[in-house]
């Protein structure tokens, strides 16, 4: 039996964290223009801290400005529109990041349609997903495009593929979706509605998995030599008691079936940041008027 190809997502991470900090420095020293991302906190959840946190600490080491503005859970609606306004004419902010999830009195749908289209690095505004589904350029959410770099890690050409996507959400399925369709692939999405989802994704020369169920794609849901991305990351605990992170992807029985494989850690986590410091240096290219960098 062949081994299969573990995509290694954090390599990947690191070259694309590497070019967009070669064109920041360039950016940085013949315009005299630092890209920045502007950041907003609501409230003390730990996860989104982290987050944050994390997010500042990529900045700094790709060269990119990094602006945190946290906020009390009990802000209002209206207050936090008006701050996302003022980052939207904020010469030092070329990106704009609302850390979700918000308090529960808080429209999400409303914040991030505050945010300009042309700053909106996780690319949710409406603008930004019409752009997506209608092939124009704008901004693409984080994940997805991790999730496309890295299957173009292993495959030059991603055209004619029969892609299957496992879950249909707006931060991740949909626009997986549409890029895969962009790609030139036949895509199908799979979602808690359809009919032998595991026969469907059998059929998959490229699956997704982004269902958000820890485990739940067997070894007999894929097709020997596809292409495995399991963007699922859920906590679980071992009958010893101890602790461990795993994803949608049963990982040990699915990699004696697949061609590839992304891991849980380590494979689509790190290219989301990653892809956040790609759309902040992209959208400050394109507030300029300059050309996309080849990223």
Known sequence: MVEPKVIDGKG???ELRNRVADVAGRLRDDMKVTAGLGAILVGN?????????????????????????????DISEETLVAEVEKLNTDERVDGVLVQLPLPGHI????IISAIDPAKDVDGFHPVNVGRLWSGLTG???????????????????????EAV???????????????LLAADCTVTVVHSKSRDAAAICRQAD????????????????????A??????????????????VVGDIDFDRARTVAGAITPVPGGVGPMTIACLLRNTLLAACRRRGLPDPIL
């Open 206 to 225: 490229v699956l997704v998995a982004a269902a958000g169920r820890p485990q739940m794609v067997k070894a007999g849901w894929i097709k020997r030599g």
């Open 139 to 161: 901004l693409v959410p984080c994940t997805p495009q991790g999730c496309l770099i890295l299957l173009r890690s292993v495959h030059d050409d991603l055209s004619g593929a």
């Open 227 to 244: 292409t495995v991305i399991d963007v699922g990351i859920s906590p679980i605990t071992l009958p010893d008691g101890r602790r461990r």
């Open 165 to 179: 996507v496992l879950g249909r959400s707006n931060l991740v399925g949909k626009p997986m979706a549409a890029l």
């Open 45 to 73: 959840d730990p996860a989104s801290q982290v987050y944050v946190r994390g997010k500042g600490r990529a900045c700094a080491a790709a060269g990119l400005g990094s602006f945190e503005f946290r906020f009390g859970a």
């Open 12 to 14: 990947v991470a690191a």
């Open 107 to 110: 429209d999400a749908r409303r």
